[in-house]
């Protein structure tokens, strides 16, 4: 059994306008500083806890915790409204369909929670062809190797025949944790070079390449 993981934000998706808005309403309603957007960018792939953390480490637990909870408000309300957009990259939707047509088990890896990823993956239509789909609200925050490891389990996978494909550094570290090989794309939060330094046995500019790389 051939398994491709997926990273979510950044890789099959890209949802950053929204992570970033949601960031600054959640730090306004702790009394934080905002973080600039470049920086809320490169935590996208933790989950929220340890992301918020990351971006205020001086801040009280209290200030974390209402951090997190003004961010999940911000952002289901963002979904509710109809504002929030998260569209998925291009090529991603056909290169879904051809893996899944050649055999390959497809799952997800993602900081996201459930609600977040289960929307995402609905409102493209794409739910049905995820054999197995792990997230921060299960599972330890990336670069820890649970998801990974529960994704091989529920399809029967060995690492040998495991790929994780994901746009930032924290996928190619829990690939290795894992001991499966990593696969970066271009299209979003880290740079290639980043991707390549942390394990990366390449990296894709689009979604042909991603495939090359797959079957090579």
């Known amino acids: 059994m051939r398994l491709a993981v997926f990273d979510c934000d950044g890789t099959l998706s890209d949802g950053q306008a929204g992570v970033c808005h949601a960031m600054e309403v959640a730090f306004a ?3 934080l500083v905002a973080p600039p957007r470049a920086l809320v960018r490169r935590i996208v792939g933790l989950s929220l806890p ?3 953390r990351q971006l205020a480490p001086d801040a009280s637990t209290g200030q974390h915790d209402a ?7 911000a952002f289901r309300q963002s979904r509710e409204d109809g504002s929030l957009r998260e569209p998925l990259f291009d090529g991603i939707v056909d290169l879904l369909h051809r893996l899944h047509a050649n055999g ?3 799952a997800v890896a993602t900081g996201k929670s459930d609600r977040g990823l289960a929307a995402t993956l609905g409102a493209n239509g794409l739910g049905d062809l995820f054999a197995a789909t792990h997230t921060a609200d299960r599972h330890p925050s990336k670069p820890h190797p649970a998801m990974l490891q529960a994704a091989m389990a529920d399809v029967l996978a060995d690492a040998a025949n495991t790929v994780m494909i994901g746009d930032t550094v924290y996928d190619m570290e829990m690939a290795a944790a894992a001991g499966v090989q990593a696969i970066g ?6 740079e290639p ?8 046995r390449g990296v894709a500019d689009d979604a042909y390449e991603l495939e ?3 079957d090579g």
């Open 67 to 73: 951090a997190v909870t003004a961010y999940k408000a």
């Open 104 to 106: 390959w088990a497809l």
């Open 185 to 190: 794309v271009s299209w979003g939060y880290h």
């Open 212 to 214: 090359a790389l797959l």
């Open 50 to 52: 340890q992301a918020v």
């Open 29 to 31: 309603e702790a009394g």
């Open 193 to 200: 070079a980043e991707l390549l330094a942390a394990g990366a």
